[in-house]
């Protein structure tokens, strides 16, 4: 079975600065599908970006970039120019092919301070 | 506009009692699923469903029963046999919860909050 592993719970930027969460992964598959997701205070879950395996660049989304490493099964976001609005929960999930539902890391609170 | 609601957005239950948690979208979705989220633990998979009138179980469907009786609609009951009910249930939606294509992320609606008295 997968598991996905977020080994910080929590963690802080000042704003416009920048921060990477880390995340994780087991998997015996050869191709899968990451994805990192945004819950702020609202609950409302929004991805945030994907990255398919089988592809060697790195997926970005403006401000959001990720550090894929598949050798090292590491799947980690960086973002830039931290806006307060970046504050809330992200969660790291992982997604096989023909794969009925996604396995979820338990998140990383990111508090952006003023 | 297109989305997911779930309904109520508050649910208080007494001990004993079913409650059925409300999904709906608009999406033209095939696949839906209910996620349980506790604090410290992420999201849970309760139940699936790729294709009306078919469901799976997930992770931790012991004490809920589901129906996908239209494409649209996915019902949670939470029955007197779930010992904890207590938590926030996100519902969400995929265009083909199969095809294992990248575009095929999942959509959330806004969740419930349930609460057992």
């Known amino acids: 079975a997968q598991t996905v592993t977020q080994s910080q719970p929590e963690m802080s930027v000042q704003e416009a600065e920048t921060v990477t969460l880390s995340c994780t992964y087991d998997t015996s598959e050869s191709n899968y599908y990451l994805f990192w997701y945004k819950q702020p205070p609202s609950r409302q879950m929004i991805l945030v970006i994907r990255?398919?395996?089988?592809?060697?660049q790195n997926a970005t989304e403006n401000r959001f970039s990720v550090n894929f490493q598949k050798a090292a099964k590491s799947f980690s976001l960086k973002i830039s120019d931290s806006q307060l609005g970046d504050t809330a929960m992200y969660f790291c999930a992982f997604m096989k092919p023909y794969g009925q539902n996604f396995v979820f890391g338990p998140g990383t609170r990111l508090s952006v301070l003023p | 506009d297109g989305g997911i609601t779930q309904s109520p957005k508050y649910l208080f239950r007494k001990e004993g009692q079913n409650v059925t948690l409300s999904c709906e979208q608009n999406l033209n979705h095939d696949a839906m699923y209910w996620y349980r989220q506790d604090p410290g633990q992420g999201l849970r998979l309760i139940y699936y469903s790729q294709i009306v009138n078919d469901f799976q179980k997930g992770d931790i469907a012991e004490g809920y029963s589901v129906s996908r009786e239209k494409k649209e609609s996915f019902p949670l009951t939470v029955t007197s046999a779930q010992k904890n009910p207590t938590a926030f249930y996100l519902c969400?939606?995929?265009?083909?919860?199969?095809?294992?294509?990248?575009?095929?992320?999942?959509?959330f609606g806004p969740g419930t909050r349930l609460t057992v008295l």
């Open positions: 990255q398919e395996a089988y592809k060697q």
């Open positions: 969400a939606s995929s265009i083909d919860g199969a095809s294992g294509l990248s575009y095929n992320e999942q959509f």
